[in-house]
């Protein structure tokens, strides 16, 4: 008899888990701000990805890094003013965002795919790539096999020559079996991208001034972060599956490029722009005061202007003022 009533406190405690979860996962929605520009789809072979478009001019295709809540709105200050002279091409990853979101384990080659199809196919020239932390990183053996696809590479504090250079190996593999599971993994993913811990991971690692991150600004992150196997490409980055070494194909690399740094980024640290130098002495590097791992939102001005001049080799300038970079 005891057993019995154990069996039914079990699986009630079970269910109301289930039913938490469910009602967590609902508690996202579409995200309140947008880049402005046209709303697109594009038909990848692995699932549909959203994308905005404005502008008139070289194509630049914007792509943002890869964490819980990630999406296009990375660039929400610099796809506006960046189209005023290019057309600017902002996708939401797969898993992210307004695209699909397959139940899927994600490798290093499902992002590196994705950016160099979605040039191909959908932009269908060559375009000045402007590309985030992983994503940064994941761009780079697509550049390296369609040199003509990418006329310049603009990196904003890529990782794989000091941090997620390595395979995640059996730990990695748990980890991702654990966050994966229909129960704790949804657990301790809501847990992860909770209005709490989206607000820690912005004030603590995105950004070096926390008044930055706003009310609004944590809703939008938290809105992207929830919904049917939102949990899934997170995961994979959690569990280091998405880790690629950058140094043998960053060597290769053969556009001119720019990597771009905040001076008070801890992980990665700028520390790491001086390898990227050492490996490709070629690099334009930039560095942006008061700035940690979002300089292109700390320092928005100063960013647009840089890869504005940079992309366009010093034929367009664009005209706004506050905050300083250096280089």
Known sequence: ????????????????????????????????????????????????????????????????????????????????PLSRHFTVYAPDLLGCGASERPRRRYSPEDITSQIEDFAREE?????????????????????????????????????????????????????????????????????????????????RMAYHDPSRVTEELVEDYHRAGHGPNAKYLPASFVAGRLNLPALPYWTQVRQRAMVCWGEEARTPPPSELDAFLRYNPRTAPRLFRGAALLPHDERAEDFNREVADFVSAGKVRISESNGRSGG
């Open 123 to 203: 932009i269908g020239r060559p375009v000045h790539l402007v590309a985030s932390s992983l994503s940064a990183t994941l761009a780079l053996p697509a550049a390296v096999r369609s040199p003509r696809l990418f006329r310049s590479l603009v990196l904003i504090c890529p990782t794989g020559l000091g941090t997620l250079d390595r395979p995640s190996g059996r730990l990695g593999e748990a980890i991702y079996r654990l966050l994966a599971s229909p129960l704790a993994g949804d657990l301790l993913y809501h847990a992860l991208v909770s209005r709490r811990g989206i607000r820690l991971y912005l004030e």
């Open 1 to 80: 008899m005891r057993l019995a009533h154990a069996a039914l406190a079990a699986a009630g405690t079970l269910g109301a888990l289930h039913a938490l979860n469910r009602r967590l996962e609902r508690s996202g929605g579409p995200p309140r701000a947008t880049l402005g520009g046209e709303r697109r789809r594009y038909g990848w072979r692995e699932g549909k990805i959203s994308y905005s478009v404005a502008g008139e001019g070289p194509p630049l295709l914007l792509v943002h890094g890869i964490y819980a809540g990630a999406s296009s709105l990375e660039f929400r200050k610099n796809f506006g």
